[in-house]
């Protein structure tokens, strides 16, 4: 699949000592190649909880936890505004 580069960002702080990503947004929004600093003890760290090998595969595994976590909270928009109608016991005794 051929994308069309729509732009090119750069990050850059000179603040701490960070690792670095090029990033280019495209026009599918299907993969993104990017350009940001990172902390070099915060990736390190990371990459060594999760056992991931590459900064790629690290940076990808947050960004799914976040939107995990955040579509989690959004079902606490629901808490008493659903109506259960059952037999919880008979459920229980049935299974």
Known sequence: MIFKVLEL???SSTLM???S????????HTHMR?????????????ME???LSTKKAT??????????LKNQEKIRDYRGKLAW????????IDS
Do not use: H, P, S, W
């Open 59 to 68: 940076v990808e595994e947050g960004l799914k936890l976040i939107i995990q």
């Open 9 to 11: 960002r750069t990050f």
């Open 17 to 19: 000592k960070k690792d």
């Open 49 to 51: 909880a999760t056992g």
């Open 21 to 28: 990503l090029n990033v280019y947004i495209l026009k599918n």
């Open 85 to 92: 109608e059952g037999d919880l016991e008979k459920m229980r």
């Open 34 to 46: 990017t350009n940001i600093e990172i902390n070099e003890e915060l990736m390190r760290d990371a």
